[in-house]
């Protein structure tokens, strides 16, 4: 990542900075013995971040008791984030006005608050995050446009009206002034204390295909968490006119993280409301939206009654109850203005769409001849079929059937008998779905990533899966999942197993050094040297951050072959560099090893015996194996070379 030194701009007047008890309290959190209490005494002499602190720790508080106190708003909120939140409120207050004749310091708070608004309601969602930390971030990500305004008032406006589609900002920037509002927010916010994870992705957000981060990985999630938060920031900010061209690129975005249509709309409606009542507390002017944006997103998408071609949507519907089967038509075609065509079973119904070319097709799931799933595998087995949008009636709501559903390509289900308001809300998702579709006609390769997006957009039981996306090893669900299997077998047969804490040392430090970009490659390397070294029948997974588990079924095997086991490990990581680019990593791990004997009475027993054997060998100097046996930690070396451990 290139960053701007701050100390090296040719500047003729000083950056935004923070003043008054803003600047105390980053001075008072550089120092690693400050208290709680001293903090609280530097913001009670500022009645207005007083207010606005205990506001914001109101407002992600879930417990039922308000917070009143100022140390009572520190302790919730956190010392990092009341650090962050007392600079950005610093710089709002300091800024209001334009010095330049284009950049329009009200605009750019507005922008900036519903940007941290976002980011927080992001991150009560996708829980990667402190939700006051994020809002932080949101707050402060693009704090270098105001800073290059500010430094170089008359220049920036001149740039600024040189902007269009073909050239971005930062092009310009970096031609005229030789830097960008990217790398002089980064150069800022590492100066105002920010963890380099935030910072990294903050550089990043307009970008963040181009960050290298590693699907899954938490920098990787960041980024794109602050990618739609500018996305929705800058759609409520654009004119009228102009934003239902953005409405269904935030759902694509919002499908990403899980939020299903219905869901999305409110979530948008929820940010306006919280950005009306922010806007009022600091002052800045907010845009007024004339309707919910849930109303706008259904009024953004053509309806059928209201189109010149009524006839222009093809549904089929495969239903084998004739009395469900005249309902369902009876509101598709008179309610809704759709054409609809029926059969009562799978193979009529394959028959028919290979003749009529639906867009949607309803079918039920039990059905004589070719049931729904049959029905819509064939369907998806063909090219046409492939951009179908499949919505599947059924009684069954078990998890593992309607993850079957999902997996024979179903895009939405609806549970019966049928509630007319949730299948209505399923019908706009599929006439979004088909918007979509035609305005990317033209472009076969953009409609073919749309349909997968699309489709990781309806999946959400694909929260549920079982693997690492950084790593691709299993993840820690995964790994509890084996080790109460194999703890089951082993009671059941008597045998012996043990598992396995890993732990990079010093992991740290490669994060701060290298940046989080090359951490994450340093642990899909030692993830890939670990599939080479397992041995058959254990299993690893990725507890999460550097901490990795082994499950070993030792079966009758002596005890002593896990510790040599481990030792070899050890010792294959310690002699191995990893080369990333132009750098070379040396890394070593500990390992904590716990077998199932007993005195051990449960898998979370075996597992606090593993980590208590790992903490021993971080403390005896790290790159160790430890065992604990019996209640006491023996290191590897005291046990290689002794007779077998006996259990």
Request: net charge negative; with cysteine.
């Amino acid at each position: 990542m290139k960053v701007a030194d701050i100390n090296q701009l040719n500047i003729s007047t000083s950056l935004p900075s923070p003043k008054g008890v803003a600047l105390a309290l980053l001075e008072a959190c550089r120092q690693e013995d400050v208290t709680i209490a001293e903090i609280s005494k530097l913001i009670q002499t500022d009645p207005a971040l007083s207010g606005r602190l205990i506001q914001r720790a109101n407002a992600t508080n879930q417990t039922t008791r308000p917070v009143s106190s100022i140390s009572d708003a520190v302790s919730r909120v956190g010392l990092t984030a009341v650090k962050q939140l007392a600079m950005g409120f610093s710089l709002i207050d300091q800024y209001q006005q334009s010095s330049g004749k284009e950049f329009d310091y009200q605009q750019f708070w507005s922008h900036s608050l519903l940007m941290a608004i976002a980011m927080q309601e992001l991150g009560k969602v996708t829980r990667v995050s402190a939700p006051d930390e994020l809002f932080a971030c949101g707050l402060m990500m693009r704090i270098g446009c105001l800073a290059l305004a500010t430094i170089y008032p008359d220049k920036y406006s001149e740039l600024l009206q040189k902007q269009s589609p073909s050239i971005t900002l930062s092009q310009l920037e970096q031609q005229y002034l030789q830097t960008d509002h990217n790398e002089l927010t980064a150069a800022m916010l590492i100066n105002f204390g920010f963890p380099t994870i935030f910072v990294e992705s903050i550089y990043y957000h307009e970008t963040p295909d181009e960050s290298g981060f590693s699907e899954g990985s938490r920098p990787y999630q960041i980024v794109h968490l602050l990618y739609l938060a500018k996305q929705i920031a800058d759609f409520a900010l654009t004119n009228e006119c102009e934003r239902n061209h953005h409405i269904s690129r935030l759902i694509l975005l919002g499908g990403k993280i899980g939020l299903d249509t219905e869901t999305f709309g409110a979530f948008i409606d929820l940010l306006i409301q919280e950005w009306h009542a922010w806007g009022k507390i600091l002052k800045i002017s907010v845009t007024d939206f004339p309707q919910p944006f849930h109303k706008m997103m259904n009024a953004s998408a053509p309806r059928p009654e209201k189109s010149s071609n009524a006839a222009s949507l093809r549904i089929l519907l495969v239903e084998d109850d004739l009395s469900s089967q005249i309902l369902i038509k009876e509101l598709l075609a008179n309610a809704l203005g759709h054409t609809v065509f029926t059969t009562s079973n799978g193979q009529q119904a394959l028959a028919l769409a290979m003749e009529v070319l639906p867009h949607i097709v309803i079918t039920d799931w039990m059905m004589p001849v070719m049931n729904g799933l049959e029905l819509t595998e064939s369907l998806r087995a063909t090219d046409w079929g492939q951009n179908l949008y499949v919505i599947m009636l059924t009684s069954i709501e078990d998890e593992e059937e309607v993850i079957k559903a999902f997996d024979a390509g179903v895009d939405d289900y609806v549970t019966k008998p049928i509630n007319l308001r949730a299948f209505r809300a399923r019908l706009r998702a599929a006439w979004h779905y088909r918007q979509l579709q035609e305005s990317w006609e033209r472009d076969r390769e953009q409609l073919k990533r749309f349909a997968a997006e699309l489709a990781v957009t309806n999946r959400k039981l694909e929260y549920y899966a079982l693997t690492d996306m950084l790593t691709e090893l299993p993840n820690r669900r995964s790994g509890m999942e084996t080790l109460a299997e194999t703890w089951s077998v082993a009671n059941r047969s008597n045998q012996l197993m043990a598992v396995m804490l890993l732990d990079i040392d010093h992991f740290k430090a490669i994060n701060d050094t290298h940046g989080h970009a090359v951490g994450d490659k340093v642990l899909k390397e030692l993830s890939a040297i670990i599939r080479k070294t397992a041995r058959k029948g254990d299993t690893f997974c990725r507890m999460g951050g550097e901490e990795f588990l082994v499950v070993c079924q030792l079966g009758n095997s002596d005890a002593k072959s896990i510790i040599l086991f481990a030792e070899r490990l050890r010792q294959q990581i310690s002699q191995r560099k990893i080369n990333i680019g132009e750098i070379d990593i040396q890394i070593t791990i500990s390992i904590g090893v716990a077998l199932k004997e007993p005195g051990v009475k449960s898998e979370d027993h075996l597992i606090n015996a593993a980590d208590k054997a790992l903490y021993a060998a971080k403390n005896a100097g790290r790159n160790q194996v430890f065992l604990t046996f019996k209640n006491r930690l023996l290191a590897a070396s005291s046990i290689i070379d002794k007779p077998p451990v006996k259990t």
